[in-house]
């Protein structure tokens, strides 16, 4: 396989799985926006910090408000992680390798991008928001499943197993560390003002990342913060947890050449092994998750190392994301 | 809006599907029938349908502007255009004999230059050349083969004769929008084949895989074949990675590829470097290699030339075809098929004047309002004036232009082409088309069923390039109706 082609490949899978994942953070968000009282202000800026753009998005706007953070998050361009952004670069990219994937993904990445292009505007106001961006996150899954059921396990497609894993892992540490430190808008609803459980607050860090019902059916109907960090670092049944992520990466490493890049892998599956969720949960889990965030950082660069040099000799990979 | 063969306005010239008003032509009825049952609105919605499956395959050209590159839908008509197998059987008869004729010229040239010495070519035309490549003297690919794939141009003028109008020998395109275009008809019109015994055309990609691997110096494994490709914003990138795809061949851009010491080809995977053995080059020859040619070239890899001359390497068409490829040689085909083959040519040449020759650049200056002036080497549809439809003041230009460079400049008379019916803005009215078939050749020939229609949607325009307001129709070659 071409190192070129490898390595957008893999940058395709993570354009996309961003593109879902913040549409999801977004519906989640936009539902929790519902229970709030009326007039009582919302925390848009936290929402920025979670995805790690706050910075990024006060080179261009002065005040978070609802309007300026949604237009960021979903259509700006200048925003390199919006969900158009991603969609936009992933259906580019996927132009360049149309001949290693099954002819259908083409299209379906190209009617993603047509859907999204069309639409997005739409996704601006709350009343159709949820409505356009469950669109895209279907249409995208849709082009994960045709992948799925029409692809070889070939090398192209570990490459993009292993884009669309590394990104995962990394969107579920932020949302777990950002939202839980920052008291995360959905913390100040109504209902956790009044009854101040507990509970609500991890449940809201769960929704987020589209887990709570699954974590209900495996763990328990109380979200209790230890639980909730094991369910998320470290089931190897749920998809998003991080530890499930890992797998799936050490799955793609198994297929493809090269060592180090699963030794890297190795000292991360071991800290979410070994790691007490206990004392996690009483402190320490930004420190955490910041380990986990640099370590993924550091399998991308050796990820790119290994496999896509030859691509660019100077150039080590896209680095258009501020996020790894 | 029905095809009324009755109310279809003929424009005086040949069409291809209607003899005369109300009578279709042989072939040709069962396909009127149909068009005529169908309502308007019927038709209308399948056209809608049409431009949809286009952009969601998006089988799109790139039109280059001042306001960026812009990716436009394919302009595909859904009134395919006919033609009869027994008529079909002797163009391809021609175009195999043509494109032989063609191989053994420049085969010839990088040679000994016989066809010269004995007076059948002139000097002065090759040494004005711009496509001849010093580079490739004394060169020899296998089966002595340097055109592997030829797109030539075929037009029908008023009197029903089919001529060629050029070969392109260069890197011809079109070819995947052939394909396309069967399958977005057998996807919209699946009832229109059951009537029609159509002859398949998607053997093609696999016809031109076989024709590469036969180039491929390494006899004993399965060959690596990778298509070259500028980039991802050539005009016709669509084509090159549909044709990748489809062979299940590699797409490589130029900085994919190093050639070593060795005098081999690699390409840069993900495990270090693998060898390459064919080549269907997609980028023409000045810039393939800057170690030869255009030294600020980075779409080729340095040291292909080297690779090729060794023979280590296939490149499909060979460095140095282009040679034969110019309006100028063009006239001389028919002279080539009797000198090489011993054979008179099957496919008539349009008359041409040559410039260059005075007699001949007297009459095309005395006739510039009648003729379609064309430059030796453009490609395109660039550069032409069309007599009939230019200005004193262009003519007055193309006259200073003929005068300064008469070896450039060749004319033709002006072709009335064939029309066919074609959907315009919900009428059906004729438009002009040509047809260009694909041929192929290496250690054997192999000519496309039909080939890309292509067809003028503006009214009246003889020009159908696509970036000219050119758009397409799907060509069916018929046994004869059911």
């Known amino acids: 396989m071409l190192a070129r082609v490898a390595e957008n490949l893999y940058w395709m899978a993570r354009y996309l799985e961003r593109a879902e994942d913040t549409a999801r953070l977004i519906n989640a968000t936009t539902m929790m926006l519902m229970d709030m009282p009326r007039g009582a202000s919302f925390g848009w800026e936290d929402l920025l910090k979670v995805v790690g753009l706050d910075e990024a998005f006060h080179k261009h706007y002065d005040e978070a408000s609802e309007s300026a953070v949604m237009s960021f998050l979903i259509q700006d361009e200048r925003n390199p992680s919006s969900i158009f952004a991603c969609v936009r670069m992933a259906r580019e990219n996927t132009r360049t390798f149309r001949e290693v994937l099954p002819r259908e993904s083409w299209e379906w990445v190209n009617e993603l991008y047509l859907y999204t292009s069309t639409h997005l505007n739409h996704a601006l106001d709350r009343r159709k928001r949820f409505e356009v961006l469950t669109e895209i996150i279907r249409r995208r899954q849709a082009v994960v499943g045709l992948l799925s059921g029409t692809m070889s396990r070939d090398e192209g497609f570990q490459f993009m197993r292993l884009g669309r894993n590394i990104e ?7 949302v777990l560390d950002v939202s839980y430190a920052i ?8 209902a956790a003002l009044e009854l101040n459980l507990p509970d609500l607050i991890w449940m809201s860090v769960l929704q987020a990342l589209s887990a709570h019902q699954m974590y209900r059916r495996h763990v328990g109907v109380h979200a209790r913060g230890h639980k909730v960090l094991a369910f998320l670092l470290n089931d190897l049944q749920f998809p998003r947890s991080v530890r499930h992520c890992l797998h799936e990466i050490q799955f793609a490493l198994d297929e493809l050449p090269g060592a180090e890049p699963m030794r890297r892998l190795q000292g991360m599956l071991n800290l979410v092994d070994r790691a007490d969720y206990h004392a996690l949960a009483e402190n320490g889990l930004h420190e955490f998750c910041d380990d986990i965030q640099a370590r993924l950082a550091d399998l991308n660069a050796v990820i790119a190392q290994t496999y896509f040099r030859a691509a660019h000799p100077q150039k080590m990979t896209q680095s258009l994301f501020s996020l790894v | 809006m029905k095809i009324d063969c009755g109310s279809y306005p003929l424009m005086g010239g040949f069409d291809e599907l209607l003899e005369a008003p109300g009578k279709p032509r042989k072939g040709a009825e069962g396909l009127c029938d149909y068009f005529a049952e ?5 038709l209308e919605a399948r056209h809608r349908a049409v431009d949809a499956a286009i952009m969601a395959a998006g089988i799109t050209f790139t039109v280059y502007s001042e306001a960026g590159n812009i990716d436009r839908a394919w302009p595909f008509d859904v009134v395919p255009r006919i033609i009869e197998k027994a008529e079909w059987d002797r163009i391809e008869a021609g175009l195999k004999q043509r494109l032989q004729a063609l191989n053994r010229f420049i085969d010839d040239i990088y040679h000994d230059q016989a066809i010269i010495k004995d007076g059948v070519f002139p000097a002065e035309v090759l040494a004005d050349s711009k496509n001849f490549r010093e580079a490739c003297v004394g060169a020899n690919p296998p089966y002595g083969v340097w055109a592997h794939i030829c797109g030539t141009d075929l037009v029908r003028d008023g009197d029903g004769t089919v001529y060629v109008l050029e070969d392109n020998l260069r890197v011809p395109s079109g070819v995947s929008y052939m394909l396309e275009n069967r399958q977005l008809m057998k996807k919209l019109f699946p009832e229109l084949f059951a009537r029609y015994d159509v002859l398949p055309v998607d053997d093609y990609t696999a016809q031109l895989y076989d024709m590469l691997a036969a180039l491929s110096p390494r006899t004993d494994e399965r060959p690596e074949i990778a298509v070259l490709t500028p980039g991802v914003y050539n005009s016709a990138y669509f084509e090159h990675s549909y044709l990748a795809q489809q062979m299940g061949a590699h797409l490589v851009e130029g900085s994919d590829l190093v050639v070593l010491d060795d005098d081999c080809v690699y390409m840069k995977t993900i495990e270090g470097l693998t060898r390459l053995d064919v080549i269907y080059r997609r980028v023409d020859d000045d810039f393939i290699d800057p170690e030869v040619f255009r030294a600020d070239s980075s779409l080729g890899a340095p040291g292909l030339m080297r690779a090729w001359k060794a023979g280590n390497i296939g490149i499909a068409n060979a460095p140095g075809s282009g040679v034969a490829d110019d309006k100028v040689v063009y006239a001389y085909v028919p002279q080539m098929i009797e000198y090489y083959l011993g054979e008179k040519a099957i496919l008539p040449n349009v008359p041409s004047y040559l410039c260059m020759f005075d007699a001949d650049r007297d009459y095309v200056l005395a006739n510039l309002d009648k003729l379609v002036v064309k430059p030796a080497n453009e490609s395109g549809g660039y550069g032409m004036l069309v007599g009939p439809k230019s200005t004193p003041d262009e003519q007055a230009k193309f ?24 959907l315009c803005d919900g009428a059906i009215e004729p438009r002009h088309v040509d047809l260009r078939p694909f041929i192929l050749q290496s250690k054997g020939l192999y000519v496309t069923r039909g080939g890309l229609t292509r067809v003028a949607l503006r009214r009246g325009s003889l020009v159908v390039n696509s970036s000219q307001g050119g758009g397409s129709k799907d060509t069916w070659i018929v046994g004869g109706t059911i």
């Open chain 1, 168 to 174: 995962r892992a990394d969107m579920t540490t932020r």
């Open chain 1, 183 to 190: 008291n995360l808008p959905y913390q100040n609803s109504r």
């Open chain 2, 38 to 42: 169908m309502a308007s609105d019927e």
């Open chain 2, 399 to 422: 006259a200073e232009l003929i005068r300064d460079n008469p070896r450039n400049y060749m004319a033709q008379p002006t072709l009335s082409l064939s029309t066919v019916p074609t």
